[in-house]
């Protein structure tokens, strides 16, 4: 019941503001509400505002007791979403597979998968030394453990 009434809720709130997209939701023990936003631009204290609101001023304390807490995915969270990707193209990117671990730049993005690109050091094909290679990757995202944006200042 609380389930579906604060899913609809946070559906009507992120209607009014289509530029947010929801990537968590869950109702804990003691009906602790937890919703994690982001947006195509960012989220900003006010988006959460307004989505507290609209969940909050809605719901009855009276009917229900519970807690809530709308945040937004942070800096170092994992990108999970295709939006996600898209609004980080041109960022580079700390990647894990099954297979590797590696720092790339996110070039491009379709709904199946994601394009990145790094130079990497390798062996010289013929004698001693190394030589830097231009790599590319094509993963899709049922592929990709994990993947966050490096942040850098």
Same mark, same amino acid.
């Given at each position: ?24 939701? !869950? ?51 994992? #990108?999970? #979403? ?20 590696? !720092? ?41 453990? !994990? ?7």
């Amino acid at each position: 019941m609380l389930y579906e009434e604060v899913k609809r809720l946070i559906e009507e709130a992120l209607e009014e503001n289509p530029s947010l997209f929801l990537i968590q939701f !869950e109702i804990k023990e003691d009906n602790q509400i937890l919703v994690v936003i982001d947006g195509d631009q960012g989220v900003s204290v006010n988006d959460c505002i307004a989505v507290s609101r609209k969940i909050e001023h809605n719901l009855d304390r009276d009917e229900q007791d519970f807690s809530l807490e709308v945040t937004s995915a942070g800096a170092a969270s994992p #990108l999970e #979403l295709p939006r996600q990707f898209k609004k980080n193209i041109g960022r580079k990117l700390s990647v894990k597979t099954q297979e590797q671990q590696f !720092e790339a730049k996110l070039e491009e993005v379709t709904d199946e998968e994601v394009t990145l690109r790094w130079k990497a050091r390798e062996p010289k094909p013929v004698g001693k030394g190394k030589v830097t290679v231009n790599k590319e990757a094509v993963l899709k995202y049922a592929d990709i453990v !994990e993947a966050k944006v490096m942040i850098t200042f």
